[in-house]
């Protein structure tokens, strides 16, 4: 059996709880998606974890730049201010792709998810009703997704390993105070 | 030269890229149908696959060959019978390639990223193989092409977008401004273009687009551009000595302070900034059509356009074209897949998100090893190569470089 058929052989088993088809879709989808959000964010903490340092580093010099930018403008110092705005503007470039990491360790299973969706449900429309529109899979799941991402930000801190990190992450940014980084 | 003038003259470059683009796409949708053969046997139902893609699999010949159709064949990307199937551990390295540049260079990795679609993953040569057989298969498909580029390359807007908010530092009526245009641009050249790009026209204008890349790369590496940036570093370094003391001001949120169709004025840390919203309108418009045309991010684009043109502080900038970028892509995406049909290798994406987060792991503990000058060298020779190869490629039929 390959991995594919395995995979569809357990989150099928999500879609038949109730018996009822329009109800364990919904209900199915929307398991799928915050199996998507969990394996996410515990990967995200898993980057994060590691590049730490490197990412207060970025932060910090970007944080520090355009204060420093604001004042020049404050002061009406011209010259300054330019100077300092291109080098926040280089900075910024660096926390702005390092970001693409840390988006891509957060999105990467709802990718998979869509993929194992489409063998399945692929072709099938859901009115809406009162409209005679219909959406697809992708937006069922991205609706279910949504809310298994807000589901899950108020249960987390409950969570055995995601309370630690959520309180590391407190810390981190009371300390770091002009932080960008909010996971 | 006044700020007026820069500014026309920037969207004046900006709107005429723009209109040769278009131009170019519907001189292509007029060529199509060369290769009609009136003889040929179709395949005559969508093998499943659903809206526009199925339906230009029932038109495709059927057969074994290049640019036939096999029902029979295994699945391979995008779920079509015999096209190639995505090596997921090629696809990751490569990803973790992508990943890399892009926590050590920057804007580079979209390029690589297209490059691993269109090239290493060897959608490339298998969507050209249609352009004669079946045009509208070959179009649609370089639809999907630039639909995954921008997956790949927007995701990174989203985080971004969602921590400003939390931050309060998104200027809004600027972002909404920038964000109406954007989403204008972005809807526009999926509608218009969608469909009518055949895949050697989009691979001629990626190759240019790579071009300008490595030319501002190249300019950055010239002793002229490393003394523009060594003097704005030193006299960032020397006004820092000077304020020191005053480092730890009161973060206070951004106040609209005068609405106007032609001025709006917003005050932050005390400072009164103004911008033209009909400006950041048509700037939104401009820079969403190329990304969404190249299927590209847009970042690149929209952060000098308004920190130099506009004129605006980074810290005002950073998060208004997060969001413009995020706004720009989600619509550049929808209409793609809604309107235009564009078909979607979710699994694919997937893959290459896992490869992205590895090579951001590895790329701030090695970049440590390479100077940054010689890195930026090293990118623009790739960038020469890789953009003569598809510019040839595309537009005359054949690399005139190896690849």
Partial sequence: ?183 | MKKGIINKIALATLLLMLAVLVLGASGVGAQQETGKNAQVQVVGSDLGLKGKLGKAIAKAPVGTGKGQIDPNAPRGAFGIPGAPKINYLVAILWAIWVGWIFSTVGAFGGIMAGVGHMTVYGLGDYIKTFKKTAPQLNKLLTDSIRTSNQWLVGLSSLLSTVNYLRAKRLAWPLGLALGLGSIAGAVAIPALTGGKVSFSQYQGWFGLFVFVVGGVLLYETTPRGQASKKAAKEAARAFEQSIKEKKDEAIQGITVTQWGLTNIKFSFLGVEFRFNPIWAFIGGVVIAAISAFLGVGGGFLYVPYLTSIVGLPMFVVAGTSAMAVLVSMLTSITTYITVAGAAMDWGMIGVELIGVFIGSMIGPRTQKYIPDIWLKRLFVVLALYVGLGYFSKGFFGKAWVPM
């Avoid at chain 1, 009822?20 to 969990?38: E, R, S």
């Avoid at chain 1, 899979?137 to 990190?165: E, S």
Wanted: hydrophobic share 55%.
């Fill in chain 1, 1 to 183: 059996m390959g991995l594919w058929e395995l995979v569809d052989k357990f989150l099928i088993i999500f879609y038949r709880i109730s018996g009822h088809p329009v109800f364990d879709y919904f209900l199915g989808t929307f398991l799928v998606a915050l199996m998507a959000v969990v394996i996410g964010e515990f990967t995200i903490s898993v980057v994060f974890l590691v590049n730490k340092n490197h990412l207060d580093r970025l932060n910090t010099r970007l944080a520090d730049l355009q204060q420093l930018t604001m004042a020049a403008l404050k002061l009406g110092d011209k010259k300054s201010y330019d100077a300092c705005n291109k080098e926040a503007n280089d900075a910024f470039g660096r926390v702005f792709f390092n970001m693409f990491g840390l988006s891509a360790a957060a999105l990467w299973p709802a990718f998979f998810a869509l993929a194992w969706m489409q063998q399945r449900f692929a072709g099938i429309d859901f009115p809406i009703p009162f409209t005679g529109l219909a959406v697809n899979y992708v937006f069922t799941f991205l609706i279910c997704y949504i809310l298994a991402r807000v589901f899950f930000g108020r249960v987390k801190n409950r969570l055995p390993y995601f309370r630690g990190i959520h309180q590391m992450l407190m810390a981190y940014e009371e300390n770091s105070g002009k932080s960008q980084v909010v996971l």
